[in-house]
């Protein structure tokens, strides 16, 4: 399996832009994760889908950030408008086994805001 | 309400030397535990994980870890510590429900000394 695949790996975008980050989690899993990090905040749980449904976006900053998991095999996080502050690496998992809790992470994509 | 402690933000070995990181959980029922590593610019692996049975588990890269649970730990340990591990590493606390979703500590940055 290729694991979780993450796009872009990087991403370097100006202020007010739009950005969408992409996520295709492991074939067959059914719950997957949105995750930001940063030296300040460390991890941070932004929204978690469960057979493609939204369960928990709490953790989602602010209206600015949407995400939308259209099927079992793709998802996205979008920004926009694009901030300084939200310069960070944003991590995908998935988790398949119902109930087994381990999740397994994307390579992430670094997220820089000028 | 779940909770993840990792008291140590920062820790330093030598090569060669053993090692020890600290976590403690809060969970009223029995957890479901892991720890994951993160190498810079990487995303996280899972290392290893405790659902039931043995208290003392194996991981991947020689590392293992026991859970005790009249003292809420799950420590990570390692006899000897290569060069190659220094990463941050993360403990995290599952409850085994189906949203498969988990609390992370907020991690401990290893560095290796040669």
């Known amino acids: 399996d290729a694991g979780v695949i993450q796009s872009p790996r990087h991403e370097v975008t100006e202020m007010g832009q739009e950005v969408t980050l992409r996520c295709k989690p492991i074939?067959?899993?059914?719950?997957l994760f949105w995750y930001r990090q940063t030296m300040m905040r460390g991890l941070e749980l932004l929204i978690y889908?469960?057979?493609?449904?939204?369960?928990?976006d709490s953790g989602m900053p602010e209206d600015r950030f949407s995400a939308k998991m259209p099927n079992a095999s793709f998802s996205t996080l979008k920004i926009q408008p694009s901030e300084p502050r939200d310069s960070a690496v944003y991590f995908c998992a998935s988790s398949g086994d119902r109930g087994s809790n381990e999740q397994y992470f994307g390579p992430g994509t670094r997220l820089t805001v000028t | 309400a779940q909770s993840v402690t990792q008291p140590d933000i920062h820790i330093t070995v030598s090569e060669g030397a053993s090692l020890e990181l600290r976590c403690n959980y809060s969970?009223?029922?029995?957890?479901?535990l892991f720890w994951y590593v993160q190498s810079p610019g990487q995303g996280l692996q899972l290392l290893l994980k405790?659902?039931?049975?043995?208290?003392l588990v194996q991981g991947i890269k020689g590392f293992e870890a026991e859970f005790k649970r009249s003292q809420s730990s799950f420590n990570l340990r390692k006899p000897s510590v290569h060069w190659s591990d220094a990463a941050e590493y993360f403990c995290a606390v599952g409850n085994g429900g189906a949203t498969n979703k988990l609390i992370f500590g907020t991690g401990t940055l290893l560095a290796v000394q040669p």
């Open positions: 074939s067959g899993h059914n719950s």
């Open positions: 405790y659902f039931s049975g043995d208290t």
């Open positions: 889908f469960n057979n493609n449904v939204p369960i928990d």
């Open positions: 969970y009223g029922a029995t957890p479901y």
